[in-house]
């Protein structure tokens, strides 16, 4: 079975101030990979950062919340994290095996940041891992452009040594067509 | 008490070919790391890797050997890994427990593969972490030159959440004048 993960895609990571690489191509993209996966009655997972330990991103405070754009359902499932990494304290991975998961289609914000760490997370803990490589996103860095980091990563990614899981980076479309029958 | 890793300092990743970015000064920083660690009873840790499920740095050949260049001892310990991250199935972090280590001080290669895998995995674990930020190198990648990426991931590095551990990033000359007083 395959779970859609959604990380972070909240308010307060895409401001005026704080612009992440086409991130209105990749709410798109989420937006069409959680229809089809609520249409196969596969889980929809939107993970969500708690800062209050860092004195950002605390619960029911607007940059908290998830982007509005983001189409949202009651069968959808949320999970709180504190860590970068979406497996660290959390029910994630016991959610995960209750729904017989076995393969994580990876999308979210930040690609360097909680989408890495989280990506990680799931090749140690053996998931197949599909990353939607223009369904992530990051900022600008000091180093290297948000367009670029997204291709880095993506790159990094797709060369890992598998664990008894693996990891491949297909575009939204590929990722459609490969698995959705009804979309050509 | 402290421990020290290498990562993956092997020959096969030090070719003409292949061109780490400021490899020798790293290999020099690492020896003077190793000395002071072992002067001071703290566990040497040299990671290698395995790579016979693709075909590549089989045990016993000479890209999987460790770098002539690095000073070792009969102290040190060895341990072979065959995931980028050097937790996965490995007995490091048995080890790490047995000799009551609760801080890792990482070094190695390659920045972007196995270094950042495994100071992730060991951020999920609540070490305390000390990366080394010139004591570990990578090579030019198609997005980012290998001397940007080493900074690239230093800053990521720096930013992450804290778990139980946290990661520091000093430089070599910081982290000996902090630590081993007879480095002034």
């Not at 996966?37 to 998830?66: K, N």
């Not at 029910?91 to 914000?109: A, F």
């Amino acid at each position: 079975m395959k779970a859609l993960l959604i990380i972070d895609m909240q308010q307060g990571s895409f401001t005026p101030m704080f612009l992440r690489y086409n991130a209105e191509a990749v709410i798109e993209k989420i937006n069409k990979l959680t229809e089809e996966f609520r249409e196969a009655w596969m889980p929809v997972i939107f993970i969500q950062h708690d800062g209050s330990a860092q004195g950002e991103f605390r619960p029911f405070t607007q940059e908290w919340e998830l982007l509005p754009e983001l189409v949202r359902m009651p069968n959808d499932i949320i999970i709180g994290k504190t860590a970068n990494d979406a497996f660290y304290e959390t029910s994630l991975d016991s959610i995960l095996k209750e729904h017989d998961v076995d393969e994580l289609v990876i999308t979210g914000c930040a690609t360097d940041f909680c989408v890495d760490a989280t990506v990680k997370g799931a090749l140690s803990r053996d998931y197949q891992i599909t990353v939607i490589k223009d369904g992530h996103t990051t900022a600008n860095r000091p180093h290297i452009t948000g367009l670029l980091a997204v291709d880095y990563f993506n790159m990094l990614w797709e060369n890992m040594v598998p664990t008894r899981g693996q990891i491949k980076v297909e575009s939204c479309r590929e990722f459609l067509a490969e698995n959705f029958s009804r979309v050509s």
